[in-house]
Nanobody, 115 residues
């Protein structure tokens, strides 16, 4: 049984910061990539950032320079440092764990940015 649990969401003012965390536990074998996705009200889920086991990162253009993804591979944990948040970043943020054979999602954590 694999569990993926996000934390760190909340209410933040325009221009503020939040740090999301995601811990993956259970029968995990060969994690290849961990990442963050988000889904805003009325919109499709979109990729925010990913990081490979080797440390290669990818960001959607709208968050480049503001968000930073990082991992603690030994703890199967991925973080998303979000700076200079704006109301357009309001969404449920989901953690994704991609292994050689399976793909897992967390239940999400809500980030609300108010102006």
């Amino acid at each position: 049984q694999v569990q993926v649990v996000e934390s760190g969401g909340g209410l933040v003012q325009d221009g503020g910061s939040l740090r999301l965390s995601c811990v993956a536990s259970g029968n995990l074998v060969s994690i290849q990539t961990m990442g963050w996705y988000r889904q805003a009200p009325g919109k499709q889920r979109e990729l925010v950032a990913t990081i490979t086991r080797g440390g290669s990162t990818h960001y959607v253009d709208s968050v480049k320079g503001r968000f930073t993804i990082s991992t603690n591979n030994a703890k199967n944990t991925v973080y998303l440092q979000m700076n200079r948040l704006n109301p357009e970043d309001t969404a449920v943020y989901y953690c994704n764990v991609d292994t050689t054979w399976n793909n897992y999602w967390g239940k999400g954590t809500l980030v609300t940015v108010f102006s």
